[in-house]
């Protein structure tokens, strides 16, 4: 490669990365001027444990009025217990974001516990995927027969429904239910969707997750284009991977063999490794501290950690090289 080729190529990262920084963030007023934030009313919804649970506690030590939700209720009313003493005030609310006459009971209490006000949904609830897609379905092509079959084409399809309504169906049916009094009680609403870097790129081993995540992407992008005008803002997480539990909710693999991988991903003695390292994970902490800043400065997109901007500008000028970098994060190399 000539010096000439190297500036260009430093030169066109270099700009796209800074039009990102100043097109990402809506600006430099903070929204505690306009809510501040002892005043604030927060929904986080998936706060029992991970970047949730973390979320509520920064809001509770800023004195915001909190409704924290779950399906763990023994894990929401530990939170309570801990962070009553310091939120202005926090209720929790028990249910499974995935059905739909739950969600709305979850937002009824919700709103009745906040006295009828949210400026703040924050949609954190989420379930991976951890499988190669043949080993999912059963896909093998090496057998003799002419015809060949999956073996587990039905487990796949009721796994890709399953990750499909927590990440994406329940987060669209939250934002239905809760968009009309965010809109008319808040001055200045904000719905903050925790997706991941999985939904902007593709990776081996988690495809329906990816699938499910740039789906949620999808959405939220064109809502909050729409929702603008009426006061209302759209803020897209996007993580990478963050030292959470997270794997232990995989929709394919039994409950009990979903990896307690907390290093470099081997899961119990029985089970193979999953794949995909955890080295220089993010803390749940720092994520929330992401979130809660990107809410504060509305930005359309919060990318953490910082470098993976990088990735983003190279998925257009050297889509190669992201393929390769996430082939190699997945062992698929
Ligand atoms: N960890 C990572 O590496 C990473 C990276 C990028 C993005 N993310 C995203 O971050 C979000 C939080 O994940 P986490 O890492 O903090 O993992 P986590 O500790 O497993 O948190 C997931 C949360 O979702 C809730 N949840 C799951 N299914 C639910 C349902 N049907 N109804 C209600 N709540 C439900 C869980 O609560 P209950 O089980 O008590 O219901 C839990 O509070 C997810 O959307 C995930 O995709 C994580």
Same mark, same amino acid.
């Not at 939170?79 to 059905?99: K, R, Y």
């Not at 073996?151 to 429904?161: D, G, H, L, R, V």
């Not at 927590?166 to 968009?179: E, I, K, Q, R």
């Not at 995909?276 to 997109?301: F, N, P, Y």
């Given at each position: 490669?000539?010096?000439?080729?190297?500036?260009?190529?430093?030169?066109?990262?270099?700009?796209?990365?800074?039009?990102?920084?100043?097109?990402?963030?809506?600006?430099?007023?903070?929204?505690?001027?306009?809510?501040?934030?002892?005043?604030?009313?927060?929904?986080?919804?998936?706060?029992?444990?991970?970047?949730?649970?973390?979320?509520?506690?920064?809001?509770?030590?800023?004195?915001?009025?909190? +409704?924290?939700?779950?399906?763990?209720?023994?894990?929401?009313?530990?939170?309570?217990?801990?962070?009553?003493?310091?939120?202005?005030?926090?209720?929790?609310?028990?249910?499974? +974001?995935?059905?739909?006459?739950?969600?709305?009971?979850?937002?009824?209490?919700?709103?009745?516990?906040?006295?009828?006000?949210?400026?703040?949904?924050?949609?954190?609830?989420?379930?991976?995927?951890?499988?190669?897609?043949?080993?999912?379905?059963?896909?093998?092509?090496?057998?003799?027969?002419?015809? +060949?079959?999956?073996?587990?084409?039905?487990?796949?399809?009721?796994?890709?429904?399953?990750?499909?309504?927590?990440?994406?169906?329940?987060?669209?049916?939250?934002?239905?239910?809760?968009?009309?009094?965010?809109?008319?009680?808040?001055?200045?609403?904000?719905?903050? +969707?925790?997706?991941?870097?999985?939904?902007?790129?593709?990776?081996?081993?988690?495809?329906?997750?990816?699938?499910?995540?740039?789906?949620?992407?999808?959405?939220?992008?064109?809502?909050?284009?729409?929702?603008?005008?009426?006061?209302?803002?759209?803020?897209?997480?996007?993580?990478?991977?963050?030292?959470?539990?997270?794997?232990?909710?995989?929709?394919?693999?039994?409950?009990?063999?979903?990896?307690?991988?907390?290093?470099?991903?081997?899961?119990?003695?029985?089970?193979?490794?999953?794949?995909?390292?955890?080295?220089?994970?993010?803390?749940?902490?720092?994520?929330?501290?992401?979130?809660?800043?990107?809410?504060?400065?509305?930005?359309?997109?919060?990318?953490?950690?910082?470098?993976?901007?990088?990735?983003?500008?190279?998925?257009?000028?050297?889509?190669?090289?992201?393929?390769?970098?996430?082939?190699?994060?997945?062992?698929?190399?």
């Amino acid at each position: 490669m000539s010096l000439s080729t190297l500036a260009i190529g430093t030169g066109t990262v270099a700009a796209v990365l800074i039009a990102r920084a100043l097109f990402t963030q809506t600006g430099s007023t903070s929204r505690t001027k306009l809510i501040p934030p002892t005043q604030e009313r927060v929904v986080i919804v998936g706060a029992s444990s991970g970047i949730g649970s973390e979320l509520a506690r920064i809001y509770a030590h800023r004195g915001a009025h909190i +409704v924290i939700v779950a399906r763990r209720e023994s894990l929401l009313q530990q939170l309570v217990d801990e962070l009553s003493p310091v939120a202005g005030a926090i209720h929790a609310v028990q249910g499974d +974001v995935t059905l739909p006459n739950e969600v709305q009971r979850i937002t009824r209490e919700s709103l009745e516990a906040l006295q009828g006000r949210v400026d703040t949904l924050i949609l954190c609830a989420g379930i991976i995927s951890v499988l190669p897609f043949d080993e999912l379905a059963g896909i093998n092509s090496t057998v003799s027969d002419s015809v +060949v079959l999956p073996s587990k084409a039905q487990e796949a399809f009721e796994a890709s429904i399953k990750i499909m309504n927590v990440n994406y169906h329940a987060p669209l049916n939250l934002t239905t239910h809760f968009l009309p009094t965010l809109t008319k009680s808040s001055s200045a609403g904000n719905i903050m +969707v925790v997706s991941s870097m999985a939904g902007k790129v593709g990776a081996p081993t988690r495809a329906i997750y990816c699938a499910s995540k740039h789906a949620a992407q999808g959405f939220f992008e064109a809502l909050g284009m729409e929702v603008e005008r009426t006061g209302v803002h759209v803020g897209i997480v996007s993580p990478g991977t963050v030292a959470t539990d997270l794997r232990q909710s995989a929709v394919d693999l039994p409950k009990n063999n979903a990896a307690s991988s907390s290093s470099s991903s081997a899961g119990p003695s029985e089970t193979k490794p999953i794949a995909g390292t955890k080295k220089g994970a993010m803390t749940a902490r720092a994520c929330a501290e992401g979130i809660v800043r990107g809410s504060d400065l509305r930005q359309h997109e919060v990318i953490m950690p910082w470098f993976y901007h990088v990735s983003l500008v190279l998925q257009i000028v050297s889509p190669g090289l992201v393929r390769w970098l996430a082939k190699k994060k997945y062992g698929y190399l």
